[in-house]
């Protein structure tokens, strides 16, 4: 019998050890090549995450600063209160006596005679001017009175509020009542007519003074009567711009306030009072720049009774002026109801 030959199963036993090798050696390649990569991804990834963990510190570190500035403006805010409370309280007594005037049936005029005799202050004294503008036979000015307001000044500014409810309701009254102001002065070397916001009757006379002449006074009355210019029923700003625009150490000034609320409401009444103490006196002696008066309309408690008035802001406005005024050198005046009361 014939033996097959061996070579050829050897041959054929090779080859399949070859592939099962490629193959084997293939796997091999394949995770070695991943196994080079993954330490560059984790890389990366650990980049990312440290980048995210200064954010976040960064953004907490914030966080926690602004919360210190937070409490840090409370306790001031409340140290503030503390200080004014005392302030505060002697408005409100102050309101409550005036409450207690109307509740005792006083009427209107009764209460403007006895604040212009409290707050009456020593009147400035006449200038060589002002004597060769009155005459040697006139009389002095302290015997021209509106409505208890001392008539001594060279230069005189209306600062008036030209609010909704004034000119509904009080308006002839303001016109009528400067116009007397203006009569009574027999001359002044000028005149300015402002609104609670600092704004002009005449334009073309801003920041400077009118001429006193009869057809300027005539002109600022009918100017007047048609005049319709934002208001915020608060004089602060007014005041400030009339101190800052026109005083002059050679002259001698009075500021009339004329309004009837103040819109700001009570606790804005202190701010007003230290801001309007700071700009309007001199550093050197102490005195005042101007003199500020003001007249105070009965709107509210004409159209709401006294019972509202109370609590209105027509009140706010007269403890307020009456405390600038007292501080300023002026008087407060209010004018009588126009109902029974």
């Known amino acids: 019998m014939k033996k097959r030959p061996r ?77 004014d409370s005392e302030q505060v309280a002697e408005l409100e007594a ?3 006596r005036i409450r207690a005037a109307f509740q005792n049936e006083q009427s209107a005029a009764e209460i403007a005679a006895e604040i212009a005799g409290e ?3 020593a009147r400035q004294s006449l200038t060589d001017e002002m004597e ?35 000119r509904r309701y009080e308006w002839d009254r303001v016109v009528s009542t400067l116009e007397e102001t203006l009569e009574i002065y027999p001359t002044v070397k000028g005149i300015q007519v402002l609104n609670d916001q ?3 009757l005449l334009i073309s006379y801003r ?25 915020s029923s608060n004089p602060r700003r007014g005041i ?11 002259k001698k000034i009075s500021l009339y306030v004329y309004s009837d609320d103040f819109s700001a409401g009570r606790g804005a009444i202190n701010g007003v009072i230290r801001e309007v103490d700071a700009r309007n006196t001199r550093r050197e002696d102490g005195e005042q720049l101007v003199r500020i008066h003001a007249v105070a309309f009965p709107v509210f408690y004409d159209v709401l009774g006294a019972e509202q ?33």
């Open 309 to 341: 008035f109370f609590n209105s802001t027509g009140a706010d406005f007269g403890v307020m002026m009456r405390i600038l005024c007292m501080r300023n050198g002026g008087t407060f005046v209010a004018l009588p109801s126009r109902r029974r009361v």
């Open 132 to 166: 060769r503008l009155l005459g040697r036979n006139r009389p002095r000015p302290e015997d021209y009175k509106i409505g208890g307001i001392p008539v001594d000044s060279e230069y005189i500014i209306f600062l008036i509020d030209s609010s909704g409810s004034m």
């Open 7 to 83: 070579r050829e199963v050897a041959s054929l036993s090779l080859s399949f050890l070859d592939a099962v090798t490629c193959g084997f050696g293939a796997i091999i390649l394949l995770l070695v090549i991943t196994k080079v990569f993954e330490p560059i991804r984790l890389e990366e990834s650990n980049t990312e995450l440290d980048g995210l963990i200064v954010k976040y510190e960064q953004e907490l570190r914030d966080i926690l600063g602004e919360t210190d500035r937070v409490r840090r403006e409370r306790l001031s805010t409340e140290d503030e209160i503390e200080i």
């Open 119 to 121: 707050m009456a202050t």
């Open 198 to 200: 600092g704004s002009h």
């Open 94 to 96: 102050e309101l409550t």
């Open 240 to 250: 400030l711009t009339a101190i800052d625009t026109y005083y002059d150490p050679d």
């Open 207 to 231: 920041r400077e003074w009118i001429p006193d002449t009869p057809s300027n006074r005539a002109w600022i009355i009918r100017e007047l009567r048609d005049w319709e210019a934002f208001s």
